[in-house]
């Protein structure tokens, strides 16, 4: 049974950083691409950031490229996001996922398994 288990969230001001860790077990972490989804209230669930198996690969939205960071560590089968410059529109629960494949990808259907999710709140 996979397990994925999002920490990190909080209350941050704008301008603040946080870092998201999401600890995976149950497969082997190495064999997976991992990626991390948002949902703000009242809106639809949208993808933030994507790394392939080994962490040469990655992706990032148009709205958090340049401030968030996605990287891996396949000892410690845990992967994190870097948030850095945080804005209140990044406010939302963070979730964590884990791909069908090695490959790093942005469709969410293509995520077999998701975390319970962290909240991130950014005040003005």
């Known amino acids: 049974q996979v397990q994925l288990v999002e920490s990190g969230g909080g209350l941050v001001q704008a301008g603040g950083s946080l870092r998201l860790s999401c600890a995976a077990s149950?497969?082997?972490?190495?064999?997976?691409?991992m990626g991390w989804f948002r949902q703000a209230p009242g809106k639809e669930r949208t993808f933030v950031s994507a790394?392939?198996?080994?962490?040469?690969?990655?992706y990032y939205a148009t709205s958090v490229k340049g401030r968030f960071t996605i990287s891996r560590d396949n000892a410690k089968n845990t992967v994190y996001l870097q948030m850095n410059s945080l804005k209140p529109e990044d406010t939302a629960v963070y979730y964590c996922?884990?791909?069908?494949?090695?490959?790093?990808?942005?469709?969410?259907?293509?995520?077999?398994?998701w975390g319970q999710g962290t909240q991130v709140t950014v005040s003005s």
């Open positions: 996922a884990q791909n069908r494949r090695m490959g790093a990808t942005t469709l969410s259907s293509e995520y077999e398994y």
């Open positions: 790394i392939n198996w080994s962490g040469g690969n990655t």
């Open positions: 149950g497969r082997t972490f190495s064999n997976y691409g």
